[in-house]
């Protein structure tokens, strides 16, 4: 029994180990961001805004304090509560390095090398360029420290084990800075990179599995049971479903005022987007987002019937 014991420990040691060779490997290495060249923080301001940092880290609903974290997320898997990203040392990031700021939005990992959970939408945020990471961080540096505590999460189990998102993440997560597509123009890629990194959209506007992880076929085709349980509409260009109608002054006019194209406005989560985000990109940027957006595929998904089934 003992000697069946010792290779059944030898075996689980094998498998776990080609687990983790075969694993997700972090992109960002022990030396990585170290001789940065100076980061701009004028820019990393916009950049700022683009990534919708404050909207997430601040609780507005409980008058909580620019980036002092806190806000409730509620998900299938439980309640995630934003954390504090102000530069305070103790609570915040203040003590981060180039590179911790970086493995947290390229790998999704803590200083520490533990996980973080994918609520978090460093998926998205993992095709970042260095020099949009250093910039971001400049700005992020700028601004006041806030001394506010964590809050831990209330997640139900067994989804609270960060080790378990190791998993996760070879099965969801390609961790990695965006290549641009050079059969594209510059444009084109520029929208690319916005939609699918910077702006993170399909995070919101993309159905998911059992799992939390995207459904890559149907992506930012929208989904009944987004941020809230509400429903999230398609912004693919399906003409029935999506936004296949829309002019491009349509398109760019509810990004940066929040009008529809019936004379309505946007409300609940996308409302917030356009007045933290969206409505402060450059005209260049906007146009590139209407550029990727249009050339992809359309795809068929009527959300007033998927939210109607039982």
């Not at 002092?68 to 203040?94: E, L, M, Q, V």
């Not at 700021?101 to 993992?126: T, W």
């Not at 800075?177 to 919101?204: I, M």
């Amino acid at each position: 029994m003992c000697k069946f014991s010792t290779v059944l420990v030898a075996v689980g040691a094998l498998v776990l180990g080609a687990v983790y060779a075969l694993g997700p490997t972090p992109t960002v290495g022990p030396n990585s961001f170290m001789d940065h060249p100076k980061p701009n923080p004028t820019r990393g301001k916009a950049l700022f805004s683009a990534a919708g940092c404050q909207g997430c880290h601040t609780d507005v609903k409980n008058k909580g304090a620019l980036l002092a974290g806190g806000r409730a997320f509620k998900t299938p898997f439980g309640i995630y509560y934003s954390p504090n990203i102000t530069p305070d040392k103790t609570h915040g990031i203040g003590a981060w390095s180039n590179r911790d700021l970086a493995r947290a939005l390229r790998d999704g990992l803590n200083p520490e090398g533990s996980h973080y959970f994918p609520v978090f939408p460093y998926p998205s945020y993992s095709g970042m360029s260095d020099d949009d990471i250093m910039d971001l961080k400049s700005y992020l540096f700028s601004l006041s420290p806030v001394a506010k505590a964590n809050r831990d999460h209330n997640i139900k189990f067994p989804f609270g084990w960060r080790f378990s998102v190791y998993f996760w993440k070879m099965l969801f997560f390609q961790a990695g800075p965006f290549q641009a597509d050079k059969s594209q123009s510059a444009v084109w890629n520029r929208g690319a990179y916005l939609v699918r990194h910077l702006t993170h959209c399909g995070e919101c506007h993309s159905p998911r599995n059992a799992l939390g992880g995207i459904d890559q076929s149907r992506e930012l085709a929208g989904t009944a049971d987004g941020p809230e349980g509400g429903i999230i509409p398609n912004i693919s260009p399906h003409t029935e479903t999506g936004i296949g109608k829309w002019s491009d002054d349509e398109i760019a006019d509810l990004l940066t005022t929040g009008g529809l194209p019936d004379g309505d406005f946007v409300g609940d989560t996308m409302s917030e987007v356009v007045e933290n985000s969206t409505e402060k990109l450059a005209p260049d940027d906007i146009v590139a987002i209407i550029t990727y957006l249009k050339s992809l595929p359309p795809i068929f998904n009527n959300l007033s019937e998927e939210k109607k089934a039982p």
